[in-house]
């Protein structure tokens, strides 16, 4: 493919998904996000300067002085991911289900062009380099290289878009104030908070998804199965037991994310040492927060991705045969 045709490939599969499934990324962020200080819902007062600030466990934000008040927290509080979009929608309005599409827009093209691009080439090449016996491996080692350059490149875009979606009644000039607040307390290097964890979830998904999905597709192709189905079924089937396994460093990642700015030591902990709080406060169950809406997000996406990447891919190559 041409470039221009790469980047009508990428980009047509990443607007349609970012467009479909930012309400499931919100619903998940926000489940994931509140259950850092879940253990304790109530608030209290503490002495800062001179001034009283009534600073809330439950939410990890310090209340105005002019509103202080005993009781519990009026931000909400989510049961689950059904109880998070009613509450979202009927308190933000339903626009606020679609929080950080900006900057994931912003990052599409650019983003989806960098990873699809060099995971082609690198997968052509790596079945050119290696063997055919170790063809099974390439598309893993081709997304591991791919997403880890990507990863480098784009993870404070996706600091501001995490904490975005954690916002409850987004304000973007407040955001842009905690970011800022963030950089002058830890540093420019603190814009890629998070990206250790980033790295630990991508990996394994794409180790595990590429894998999958190239030997499904290929199964479903050898049983007569078109290019859509093949490769509809190889991501959903990929994109389940990916997400699973890199589920709990998602959590690290939206926690630690989603805290930055804040007055508390989340926002600025270390991957290993906030993966050993979730566990001591609360168990393996901790790890699982967020998972439903994460998987009725990925799968979707990664059907409607690969399959609207390798349809225009397929369709450009004969075109350009003719």
């Not at 470039?3 to 926000?30: M, N, Q, W, Y």
């Not at 253990?39 to 509103?67: A, I, M, N």
């Not at 059907?303 to 397929?314: D, P, S, Y």
Request: glycine letters at 8%.
């Amino acid at each position: 493919m041409k470039l221009h045709e790469h980047l009508i490939a990428t980009s047509t599969g990443g607007i349609i998904v970012a467009l479909v499934a930012t309400p499931f990324d919100v619903i998940k962020v926000r489940l994931i996000a509140q259950s850092t200080h879940s253990h304790d819902r109530t608030c209290f007062y503490q002495y800062c300067e001179g001034v009283w600030k009534d600073v809330c466990l439950s939410c990890g934000y310090e209340h105005p002085p002019q509103v202080v008040y005993r009781g519990l927290c009026r931000r909400e509080v989510y049961s689950g991911a059904l109880d998070a979009a009613m509450k979202i929608t009927r308190s933000e309005g339903f626009g606020a289900l679609w929080n950080g599409v900006g900057p994931t827009l912003l990052m599409i093209m650019p983003s989806a062009v960098l990873y699809f691009s060099m995971f082609d080439m690198l997968r052509e090449k790596g079945k050119v380099y290696f063997s055919e016996k170790y063809h099974h491996i390439v598309p893993s080692l081709a997304g591991i290289t791919a997403r880890s350059v990507n990863i480098a490149v784009f993870s404070p875009v996706e600091l501001f878009r995490t904490k975005a979606q954690s916002q409850q009644k987004l304000v973007y000039s407040e955001l842009k104030s905690s970011i800022r607040s963030h950089i002058k307390q830890n540093g420019v290097r603190s814009l890629w908070d998070g990206a250790k964890s980033q790295l630990f979830r991508d990996v394994p998904f794409t180790v595990v998804y590429w894998y999958l999905q190239d030997m499904i597709k290929l199964k479903l192709q050898a049983k007569g199965y078109g290019t859509l189905s093949s490769n509809c079924g190889g991501a959903l089937v990929g994109g389940t037991f990916a997400s699973i396994i890199s589920h709990p460093f998602e959590i690290t990642k939206t926690q630690l994310q989603s805290n930055v700015g804040l007055n508390n030591k989340i926002g600025s902990a270390g991957m290993v040492r906030h993966i050993m709080d979730i566990f001591r406060r609360d168990g393996f169950k901790g790890f699982t927060v967020g998972l439903a809406p994460r998987m009725v997000k990925v799968l979707p996406s990664c059907a409607i991705f690969i399959t609207t990447f390798e349809g225009l891919k397929e369709y450009f190559n004969s075109k350009n045969k003719e």
